[in-house]
Nanobody, 112 residues
Framework: QVQLVESGGGLVQAGGSLELSCTGF????????MGWYRQAPGKQRELVAT???????NYAEFVKGRFAISKNNAKNTVYLQMNSLKPEDTADYYC??????WGQGTQVTVSA
């Protein structure tokens, strides 16, 4: 089945870290810009970070200096390393390939 599959979400205390993974099945993550979005309860989905085919990265202001996006083309996987997590980072996190595919989401909960 053609899909992006996220993993790595969970419950963490404020100040902690998590690493999210997004693996493409039947989808080449190295062929287009990839990104992570998030959606908190009652809020709109918002862009967190992107990485281009050349490895250039871009971040939303609210995660700069705390989150890092990367990819391993050999593993067909994109990562989001999240450090210094805050309760306001609590959301469902979605992997995205430019213009076509979305993952099913993985839940991140940060307790105060």
């Amino acid at each position: 089945q053609v899909q992006l599959v996220e993993s790595g979400g969970g419950l963490v205390q404020a100040g902690g870290s998590l690493e999210l993974s997004c693996t493409g099945f039947g989808i080449n993550v190295s062929s287009r810009t990839m990104g992570w979005y998030r959606q908190a309860p009652g809020k709109q989905r918002e862009l967190v970070a992107t990485i281009t085919t050349y490895g250039a990265t871009n971040y939303a202001e609210f995660v700069k200096g705390r989150f890092a996006i990367s990819k391993n083309n050999a593993k067909n996987t994109v990562y989001l390393q999240m450090n210094s997590l805050k309760p306001e980072d609590t959301a469902d996190y979605y992997c995205w390939r430019f213009a076509d595919y979305w993952g099913q989401g993985t839940q991140v909960t940060v307790s105060a």
